[in-house]
């Protein structure tokens, strides 16, 4: 069975997920969260993510895609395409024996990985925050929220967030 796709977002209310290269919030306790949703699985990210990140996310196959031939940073695999990705994702969930691979942005490789997702995984920022970077719309009649968790702010949280998790109506889409 092939695994399955999961876009793990942190998204302000009013969509936004990204300001210059950057997330325009500091939120440590979001980021336990998405080292927990993460950790032993594939995550595909784009370019301009990666080096927002600025290393590799340790237990996790590191999967960045770029146009760029020459580009080949240390502790990442390379792919050329969206396509190719997900296939070396695939791949690598199988060697893992793992069942959901993870998107993990930025604002392009959402938008172009959204159609073929099963889950988001969505902590939501509570606020409305400027930015350059948006999360694709994702049309209630193709998704339905399941869970929702409010997470009052931690003492280190610039903001108050709460995690919801949605899920594509019927059959879950594949890779
Ligand atoms: N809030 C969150 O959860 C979250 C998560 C991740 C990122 N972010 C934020 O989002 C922003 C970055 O997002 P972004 O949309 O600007 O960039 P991005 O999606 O991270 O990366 C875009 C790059 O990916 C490559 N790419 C995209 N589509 C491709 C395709 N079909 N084939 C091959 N390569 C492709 C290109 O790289 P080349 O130019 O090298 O060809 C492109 O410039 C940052 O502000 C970051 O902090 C937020």
Redesign the pocket.
């Known amino acids: 069975m092939s695994a399955s796709l999961v876009l793990?977002?942190?998204?302000a209310e009013n969509g936004v997920?990204?300001?210059?290269?950057?997330?325009p919030w500091h939120i440590p306790s979001d980021l336990k969260r998405f080292k927990a949703l993460t950790v032993g699985k594939p995550v595909i990210?784009?370019?301009?993510?990666?080096e927002?990140i600025g290393r590799p996310l340790v237990d996790r196959d590191n999967i960045v895609?770029?146009?760029?031939a020459g580009?080949s940073p240390q502790g990442a695999i390379i792919?050329?395409?969206?396509d190719h990705a997900l296939i070396m994702a695939q791949a690598l969930a199988e060697g893992r024996g793992c069942r959901e691979i993870a998107v993990?942005?930025?604002?392009?490789?959402?938008a172009?990985t959204i159609g073929k997702a099963s889950r988001i995984a969505m902590?939501i920022v509570h606020g409305q925050i400027a930015?350059?970077?948006a999360f694709p719309e994702a049309d209630p009649s193709l998704w339905q929220e399941v869970s929702r968790e409010a997470c009052p702010r931690g003492e280190k949280d610039s903001h108050a967030t709460s995690f919801v998790v949605m899920e594509r109506r019927g059959a879950a889409a594949r890779t």
């Open positions: 793990v977002v942190a998204m997920i990204g300001a210059a290269g950057a997330m990210m784009g370019r301009k993510t990666w927002a895609v770029t146009r760029q580009f792919a050329g395409d969206i993990i942005g930025g604002g392009e490789i959402y172009q902590t930015g350059d970077t």
